[in-house]
T-cell receptor, first 111, second 116 residues
Framework: GDSVTQMEGPVTLSEEAFLTINCTYT??????LFWYVQYPGEGLQLLLK?????DKGSNKGFEATYRKETTSFHLEKGSVQVSDSAVYFC??????????FGKGTKLTVNP | EAGVAQSPRYKIIEKRQSVAFWCNPI?????LYWYQQILGQGPKLLIQ????????DSQLPKDRFSAERLKGVDSTLKIQPAKLEDSAVYLC??????????????FGPGTRLTVL
């Protein structure tokens, strides 16, 4: 079945550092790919998405590119802020039409 | 626009007791989802409604979990009787139509259940 594997956390960075959170997936066909963010005490929010190969999703300085050849959708940000501290989830929507999530990566950014 | 509302935010119960969670989706959203998020894991879909009909409940433990969306608007998820392993955050989400790739799901804040 469909599955998502993302980088184990937690990740701790200093403000203005570069962020990469790796995400790879297994799915039949051509899934849509998503990154969700969960701030402390809040629900999941869609951060960005890509619906086909080579698409780049971007929002709030975060980017991820749908790489079909490597089945990856890594999340990147050039300069993180303290306010980016949250849990980040990679997810896919495949042929089953169910969102399948990774386990989440907790990011802490220190001033 | 008001978001997805859930209540209660927190619930602590003893094992074998019953519990119910409530969700009010975004107005006009036809599809409603209930997810279970166990600590350290990603959310797992329990049940999906399209209006007041069940689209997918393949991962719902039907011996103890039940859910309804009688008027196609708000929904209730019930656990009876609860087990220790049901301790989790229960998330409700809604989307305008079906779960197609261009239909964003909007999540509520969740209900954190602790079973002692």
């Amino acid at each position: 079945g469909d599955s998502v594997t993302q980088m184990e956390g937690p990740v701790t960075l200093s403000e203005e550092a570069f962020l990469t959170i790796n995400c790879t997936y297994t799915a039949t066909g051509y899934p849509s790919l998503f990154w969700y963010v969960q701030y402390p005490g809040e629900g999941l929010q869609l951060l960005l998405k890509a619906t086909k190969a080579d698409d780049k999703g971007s929002n709030k300085g975060f980017e991820a590119t749908y790489r079909k050849e490597t089945t990856s959708f890594h999340l990147e940000k050039g300069s993180v802020q303290v306010s980016d501290s949250a849990v980040y989830f990679c997810a896919l929507l495949g042929g089953s039409e169910k969102l399948v999530f990774g386990k989440g990566t907790k990011l802490t950014v220190n001033p | 626009e008001a978001g997805v509302a859930q209540s209660p935010r927190y619930k602590i119960i003893e094992k074998r007791q019953s519990v119910a969670f409530w969700c009010n989706p975004i107005s006009g959203h036809a599809t409603l989802y209930w997810y279970q998020q166990i600590l350290g894991q990603g959310p797992k879909l329990l049940i999906q409604f399209q209006n007041n009909g069940v689209v997918d409940d393949s991962q719902l433990p039907k011996d103890r979990f039940s859910a309804e969306r009688l008027k196609g608007v708000d929904s209730t998820l019930k656990i009876q009787p609860a087990k220790l392993e049901d301790s989790a955050v229960y998330l409700c989400a809604s989307s305008p139509r079906g779960a197609g790739g261009n239909n964003e799901q909007f999540f509520g804040p969740g209900t954190r259940l602790t079973v002692l």
